[in-house]
DNA sequence: CGTCGAGTTGATCCACCTCAACGAAGGTGG
DNA sequence: CCACCTTCGTTGAGGTGGATCAACTCGACG
């Protein structure tokens, strides 16, 4: 069958003419031109705005055209834990398609720009639309496997090896945007990262200085550039897991 | 709409006439008729069998009719990780659903009783049955959401917490079922368990028998009977994660 | 200038892992 | 029947990774 992401077509959809993507596809065009009615935005999220909360009723499931997000659950004692970051082409919300009630609320970590798609329109083109079905569903298996392979790493992996696959994981894409894949920017503060990591603000930012002082990486601020990428990869496992979830969940967007 | 659940409606099948089901849920006997065509077995399955293995081509999806079971990863070193328990009414291997290869072993913790529903069948009628879809969609949320919680309780938590959590959790199945919450039986070993807890068997071992020494539970092997629910409450934390989920999760199976 | 949040660093402590030995239960073959 | 093995579970001793508490720096911003 005709084999396209969601997340690439939602932003091509800006970019191209139904036409063009119709060719390229082996769309229908009246399938292209349903689907894009769907699409809202991009809509712009500030930094530090919530997209929706935890309990919320939940309508749309949303597509991140640019910026970064993270979920997160608020505990018992208010503390706040990190369940996933969202990057570019990263879906957030996908509860709506059953509906259900937001599990996560969802904060922008930097400006960001997300496509918005109503969970009950959406649901109208299942049947219609060839291939969507499959597409929904491969992004929730994802979701769970990226869900389970997170656990792993943070309950398996020492504190370096953690922040070592999230090196990677970074690198690779920048690697995969065509940028310099040795230059970072975390687009999230301290204790976001060491939450996503499951340690504190203060360990992981020991972590840091002593990946800096033994040459693997130089830091300036949320600036990092990686000096020692054979060592990283050695620290992280040869199965480190997130980088893995990357080459194997992230086709590369349409046009990228 | 009518809200049914399909864990519930397959077992159901075996017990009840297509007339009643029809009656009761005020499903079309058609729809009814092609929904139980889908289903095979119950399949005997044998303890320490497993029902598929990680990265394998994957047809089906599975649901518990009897018995327990764990999904595992193996990493690098060979060690596993439990990933999930799944018990009566629990669904297996929906990443079937979405065309994708296994992520994860399962493998019977005791002798069980399975359903099989074929993937490509299963898609070919979502568009039929009204709440097909719903359906699917809300059991790979749950998956998702479950998965998350997971993580969260072995992070957060302590290990008496998380043990007090499990305890509680199995405790409400009982009840659910009918039977006497407080006397459990642990369909898995020790390492299993302690494996899905993220503890090393001695760790868990030790902390059987702390609670056995502070009179909270009595342990005759796999056999435990708890004698002090409300100090397990308070040791699992007011929002005790586990059994949260199985009460916002369990549906009552149709005919328990 | 003072204030505030983000980030770093230092000292301390403990929950849990690891290694190791041992006991109990069940299966197998002589 | 006993001797042997394996698997499962318990218990003890010791080491450690990372959390926690606390102080301090730095830049941004009013």
Redesign the pocket.
């Known amino acids: 069958m005709h084999h396209w992401n969601l997340a690439g077509l939602i932003s091509a959809f800006c970019v191209y003419e139904i036409e063009w993507l119709s060719a390229r596809y082996g769309m229908r065009r009246q399938e292209l031109e349903s689907l894009r009615k769907l699409v809202r935005g991009p809509l712009r999220i500030g930094r530090g705005d919530t997209l929706y909360r935890q309990g919320d009723g939940a309508g749309s499931i949303y597509s991140v055209a640019s910026g970064s997000f993270k979920s997160l659950t608020t505990d018992a004692d208010g503390r706040e834990a990190v369940a996933d970051l969202h990057f570019e082409g990263d879906f957030m919300g996908l509860e709506a398609l059953a509906e259900m009630p937001r599990s996560f609320t969802a904060e922008a970590l930097t400006e960001s720009r997300v496509f918005r798609l109503d969970a009950a329109e959406l649901r109208k083109e299942l049947g219609r639309i060839p291939g969507l079905e499959t597409e929904l569903l491969r992004l929730m298996s994802q979701a769970v496997w990226k869900s389970e392979q997170h656990r792993l790493l943070l309950h398996r ?4 090896a ?1 922040l070592a696959a999230f090196l990677l994981y970074l690198s690779e894409c920048e690697q995969r945007n065509g940028r310099d894949p040795g230059s970072l920017h ?1 687009p999230m ?4 990262l ?1 939450g996503f990591l ?9 972590l ?2 002593r990946f800096a002082s033994r040459n693997l990486i130089r ?1 300036r ?2 600036r990092i550039r990686l000096t020692g990428l054979q060592e990283i990869s050695r620290l992280a496992g040869k199965r480190y897991l997130i980088p893995v979830l990357c080459i194997v969940l992230a086709q590369p967007l349409l046009f990228a």
Chains 1, 2 share one sequence.
């Open positions: 992996q020492v504190a370096s953690r975390l503060s301290r204790g976001d060491a499951g340690l504190a603000t203060e360990t992981l930012s020991r840091l200085g830091v601020g949320r």
